[in-house]
Each structure stands twice: as structure tokens, then as C-alpha cells.
């Protein structure tokens, strides 16, 4: 039987703020995009706020102007180590300190309970909308090929029982600096294991630019991207970047390398920086800017002015750079906070990044869907004909009341079916008066969509 659902009266930031859209999914595609000349009335439409328990199939569904955005996409987490802080401390608060204590528990941690982190916190993520992750996955082989295979394990289980709900792409973490003889061959047991690709955090290593050239002989006999956490310092010294744009290069690499964090940029000067990010531009590197964990990690030695380590979002934006921005840790000792919403974190980026223009907002939106979309390279991805209909519906009609209000309220739409259907509004009740100036102070604070389009 044909499965198909007709959306009416959706808010589109991502694609034409003049109009509200009919939309019409059938069998998990997108069949109908069509703007509407005029909000749309069809009688028998059922309001998004009461579509809730198991919806018939064929309904139509009046989304009132709410926005729809495709599936957010978290270019770069750590699923293996959420929810691990009561296990694992951090008095510091310090990335060493995160690392050290970090590494020193995993032996202790059964396969099954990695696996038990990495589905609560993928679940969880899903929740709020996201529809795909790349997972970064410790994997520390000193402790022996048991304890490094065992995460890859958790993962790759996990991966397949998740698929359903959220895309998993994995990337083990590889101590290239710690390892000894014999360590390598494992390491490729976990590339053969089926894992989307590999990385390091060369920056932490004495032998950086050859950890960075092994990596990239992998990359080439598996045929695998590559995702570094890169210059994940507040040292302006720490430039790996440069050698990986250059062996990107030099591999025939272009659009398959990502880096991470590039905290080092935000500690040197502008021209220093510039030039490492015309390097990265050629190179044509992807990047994740992770502002949560880098906002509480970073500047931790340092007296007033403290620097807060978060990459120069802007000045990698404006040279083109293909900029995502992500959740990175959950509740771990490495970000005790976080709970893998990407509407937030695109509110710490619009904060951390001085980000405040409509234009702004709408990049932002972007670095949480498309951008990222592109840098996991997921194909069919976005609201367009014969694409996945993977999305997610916010109670709010503009980017300025997604980023105001982050609401809590989201409909996420995946393989076909709701994967989550929140409750209808409760709570406390307005009188009628104070309803009427309400909803007229919400339209003159956030406007319409068509408005709200101004940069």
C-alpha cells in the first residue's frame, strides 16, 4: 500500500521565505514541492498541533506556517563516551585532564555498555531532529586489541540496530603517536571491520606531519575519507592544518578530508591565520567548528583576557570554506553539558561567532543541515523532487523564533513514517485577552516568514 502524506502551509527558510509550500511525500519521497500563492485552507486538514498517536495514512497536514527543515545532519560527535561523567571526572576541566582520565577508564568499560552510551545518545540526538552523525570512536589500542576492538564492535552493532532512526558514520580516533609494533595491523582490522573512515589528533603527537602521512596512505588503499581533530590548541604554534592541506593535495584528496576545532587559528594573528585558511581553501577541506566543548575547554591557563578557543567561523565562511557546526561531547568529562540538539549549538555558534544577522541565522541553519549533509557526502539529502523526505517540523515560523525560543516541540519524519510526535501545548493558560496580545506580540516580534527574510 502507498504511503503518502500532503503537508500544506510549511515555512521553507532554507529555500524561499516569500512563500508557504504544499509539500506531499509518498513512500518516503518528496513527490510535490509547490509554493502556495496564499495560505493554503483545506477543510479537512488536520492541524500539526493535534496530529499525535498513530496518524492515518493520507492525511493532509496543516503545518500553519511552522518551519521544515530536512534532517539535521551532526558532523562530528563522540557517542562512545556520552553520558560517562559520573564514571569519568574532570577537576581541571582541562582538555589533558579529559584525555588522560579518559583513556585510563576505557579498559574498564564492557562492549555492551559502550554500546548502551552510543544508542541512549544517537536516540536522544534523533529526538531533536538529527537524522545523521558522524561519530568519532575512541579507540585505544596500548590497552590491547581487545579494548581497541571492543568500541568498533559497540559501534558497528549499534550502527545496524539504529539504522531505522539515524545514519551512523564511524571514524575510530587513532593514537598514531602511542602506537607500537604490531598496533598498526589492528588498526587495519577495524578498517576492514567496516568503518566509514579514520582520523587522529596529530597535533598531540611529536611526529605529527608522519602520523598525518600514514593516515593518508590508508585513506588511499581503503578508499576512505579522512576527519582530523585539528590544532585543538590555544598554541598559536599548532598548525597541522597546513601539512594536511598540503597531503590532501598531493593524494588527489579534495573533499574528502574534514577538520576539527581549529582552535589554534582563534590564538594567532589575522595574518597568519589567513594564510593557513587560503591553504585549507585550495586544499578544499571541509571543517566543524565544535563551539560548545571548545567554549568550556579552551583559554583554561590563561589569566584575563581568557581566550575561548572557538575557530574563526566567519573568516573560514567568507573564504568558502564548507563550515559545519556540531555537538562534539555529551555529559563526559570532556563537556559536561550538551544534551546533541543542534538547534542549540547553533545558538552557542550564533553567540561565540557574534552571529546575529537574519542572514546569520540562516547560515547557521545551514551549517547544521546542508553543510554537513555535503561533508558526510549523504546523497538524496534536502527538500527536493525524488529526494529522502528525512525531516524535522519546529513549533516556530521563522529562524529568529527557532534561535529565540529553541523550542522544544519538533515532529521528525524519517524512512516514511513520524519517528516522533510530540504532545499537544500544555501548561499554563492565558485568559482570553492576554492570548489575544500575546499572539499579536509574537507576530510583531517575530514577523512572517516573507518579513523575517531581510538580512
Request: aromatic letters at 8%.
Given at each position: 500500500?502507498?504511503?503518502?502524506?500532503?503537508?500544506?502551509?510549511?515555512?521553507?527558510?532554507?529555500?524561499?521565505?516569500?512563500?508557504?509550500?504544499?509539500?506531499?511525500?509518498?513512500?518516503?519521497?518528496?513527490?510535490?514541492?509547490?509554493?502556495?500563492?496564499?495560505?493554503?485552507?483545506?477543510?479537512?486538514?488536520?492541524?500539526i498541533d493535534e496530529l499525535s498517536g498513530s496518524p492515518a495514512n493520507g492525511s493532509v497536514v496543516d503545518l500553519g506556517g511552522k518551519v521544515l527543515l530536512p534532517g539535521l545532519v551532526d558532523a562530528h560527535m563522540h557517542l562512545d563516551k556520552s553520558?560517562?561523567?559520573?564514571?569519568?571526572?574532570?577537576?581541571?576541566?582541562?582538555?589533558?585532564?579529559?584525555?588522560?582520565?579518559?583513556?585510563?577508564?576505557?579498559?574498564?568499560?564492557?562492549?555492551?555498555?559502550?554500546?548502551?552510551?552510543?544508542?541512549?545518545?544517537?536516540?536522544?540526538?534523533?529526538?531533536?531532529?538529527?537524522?545523521?552523525?558522524?561519530?568519532?570512536?575512541?579507540?585505544?589500542?596500548?590497552?590491547?586489541?581487545?579494548?581497541?576492538?571492543?568500541?568498533?564492535?559497540?559501534?558497528?552493532?549499534?550502527?545496524?540496530?539504529?539504522?531505522?532512526?539515524?545514519?551512523?558514520?564511524?571514524?575510530?580516533?587513532?593514537?598514531?603517536?602511542?602506537?607500537?609494533?604490531?598496533?598498526?595491523?589492528?588498526?587495519?582490522?577495524?578498517?576492514?571491520?567496516?568503518?566509514?573512515?579514520?582520523?587522529?589528533?596529530?597535533?598531540?603527537?611529536?611526529?605529527?606531519?608522519?602520523?598525518?602521512?600514514?593516515?593518508?596512505?590508508?585513506?588511499?588503499?581503503?578508499?576512505?575519507?579522512?576527519?582530523?581533530?585539528?590544532?585543538?590548541?590555544?598554541?598559536?604554534?599548532?598548525?597541522?592544518?597546513?601539512?594536511?592541506?598540503?597531503?590532501?593535495?598531493?593524494?588527489?584528496?579534495?573533499?574528502?578530508?574534514?577538520?576539527?576545532?581549529?582552535?589554534?587559528?582563534?590564538?594567532?594573528?589575522?595574518?597568519?591565520?589567513?594564510?593557513?585558511?587560503?591553504?585549507?581553501?585550495?586544499?578544499?577541506?571541509?571543517?566543524?567548528?565544535?563551539?560548545?566543548?571548545?567554549?568550556?575547554?579552551?583559554?583554561?591557563?590563561?589569566?584575563?583576557?581568557?581566550?575561548?578557543?572557538?575557530?574563526?567561523?566567519?573568516?573560514?565562511?567568507?573564504?568558502?570554506?564548507?563550515?559545519?557546526?556540531?555537538?562534539?561531547?555529551?555529559?563526559?568529562?570532556?563537556?559536561?553539558?550538551?544534551?546533541?540538539?543542534?538547534?542549540?549549538?547553533?545558538?552557542?555558534?550564533?553567540?561565540?561567532?557574534?552571529?546575529?544577522?537574519?542572514?546569520?541565522?540562516?547560515?547557521?541553519?545551514?551549517?547544521?543541515?546542508?553543510?554537513?549533509?555535503?561533508?558526510?557526502?549523504?546523497?538524496?539529502?534536502?527538500?527536493?523532487?525524488?529526494?529522502?523526505?528525512?525531516?524535522?517540523?519546529?513549533?516556530?515560523?521563522?529562524?529568529?523564533?527557532?534561535?529565540?525560543m529553541v523550542p522544544e516541540r519538533r515532529w521528525v519524519f524519517r524512512g516514511g513514517g513520524w519517528l516522533k510526535l510530540p504532545a499537544k501545548r500544555t501548561g499554563f493558560q492565558l485568559p482570553e485577552l492576554d492570548r489575544k496580545w500575546a499572539a499579536?506580540?509574537?507576530?510583531?516580534?517575530?514577523?512572517?516568514?516573507?518579513?523575517?527574510?531581510?538580512?
Amino acid at each position: 500500500m502507498t504511503n503518502e502524506w500532503k503537508l500544506i502551509n510549511a515555512s521553507l527558510p532554507l529555500r524561499d521565505e516569500a512563500h508557504l509550500y504544499t509539500l506531499t511525500v509518498r513512500d518516503g519521497i518528496w513527490t510535490e514541492i509547490a509554493p502556495q500563492p496564499a495560505v493554503a485552507a483545506v477543510p479537512d486538514a488536520l492541524p500539526i498541533d493535534e496530529l499525535s498517536g498513530s496518524p492515518a495514512n493520507g492525511s493532509v497536514v496543516d503545518l500553519g506556517g511552522k518551519v521544515l527543515l530536512p534532517g539535521l545532519v551532526d558532523a562530528h560527535m563522540h557517542l562512545d563516551k556520552s553520558f560517562c561523567l559520573p564514571q569519568v571526572g574532570n577537576v581541571s576541566g582541562t582538555l589533558e585532564e579529559a584525555v588522560s582520565n579518559y583513556s585510563n577508564a576505557v579498559p574498564a568499560f564492557s562492549k555492551e555498555e559502550i554500546k548502551a552510551r552510543i544508542i541512549r545518545s544517537a536516540l536522544q540526538a534523533a529526538s531533536f531532529g538529527t537524522t545523521a552523525i558522524r561519530t568519532h570512536l575512541d579507540y585505544h589500542v596500548r590497552w590491547g586489541a581487545d579494548v581497541a576492538l571492543r568500541t568498533i564492535e559497540a559501534a558497528l552493532e549499534a550502527q545496524a540496530e539504529l539504522k531505522p532512526y539515524v545514519k551512523l558514520e564511524l571514524f575510530p580516533l587513532a593514537p598514531m603517536f602511542r602506537f607500537a609494533e604490531g598496533h598498526l595491523d589492528i588498526l587495519e582490522e577495524t578498517l576492514r571491520m567496516g568503518v566509514t573512515g579514520v582520523g587522529t589528533a596529530a597535533h598531540m603527537s611529536a611526529t605529527a606531519e608522519a602520523d598525518i602521512d600514514q593516515l593518508f596512505k590508508f585513506a588511499e588503499k581503503y578508499d576512505m575519507p579522512l576527519d582530523f581533530h585539528t590544532d585543538e590548541s590555544d598554541d598559536p604554534a599548532k598548525r597541522t592544518v597546513s601539512h594536511i592541506a598540503k597531503r590532501t593535495i598531493d593524494y588527489g584528496w579534495s573533499g574528502r578530508v574534514t577538520v576539527d576545532h581549529l582552535c589554534s587559528l582563534a590564538a594567532m594573528n589575522d595574518m597568519d591565520a589567513g594564510t593557513l585558511i587560503e591553504q585549507m581553501a585550495a586544499a578544499e577541506l571541509h571543517a566543524v567548528t565544535l563551539p560548545g566543548a571548545n567554549l568550556y575547554l579552551q583559554g583554561r591557563r590563561d589569566s584575563f583576557p581568557v581566550r575561548r578557543g572557538v575557530t574563526r567561523v566567519k573568516d573560514l565562511l567568507a573564504a568558502g570554506i564548507t563550515l559545519a557546526t556540531a555537538s562534539d561531547n555529551i555529559h563526559d568529562p570532556f563537556h559536561p553539558f550538551g544534551r546533541g540538539d543542534l538547534l542549540q549549538i547553533g545558538l552557542i555558534t550564533a553567540y561565540a561567532a557574534h552571529m546575529g544577522r537574519p542572514a546569520d541565522l540562516r547560515t547557521i541553519l545551514r551549517m547544521i543541515t546542508e553543510i554537513p549533509a555535503t561533508i558526510l557526502g549523504l546523497q538524496g539529502y534536502g527538500v527536493e523532487l525524488g529526494h529522502d523526505a528525512d525531516f524535522v517540523i519546529f513549533d516556530g515560523s521563522t529562524p529568529e523564533e527557532l534561535f529565540t525560543m529553541v523550542p522544544e516541540r519538533r515532529w521528525v519524519f524519517r524512512g516514511g513514517g513520524w519517528l516522533k510526535l510530540p504532545a499537544k501545548r500544555t501548561g499554563f493558560q492565558l485568559p482570553e485577552l492576554d492570548r489575544k496580545w500575546a499572539a499579536a506580540a509574537d507576530k510583531l516580534a517575530f514577523g512572517t516568514p516573507a518579513a523575517a527574510a531581510r538580512a
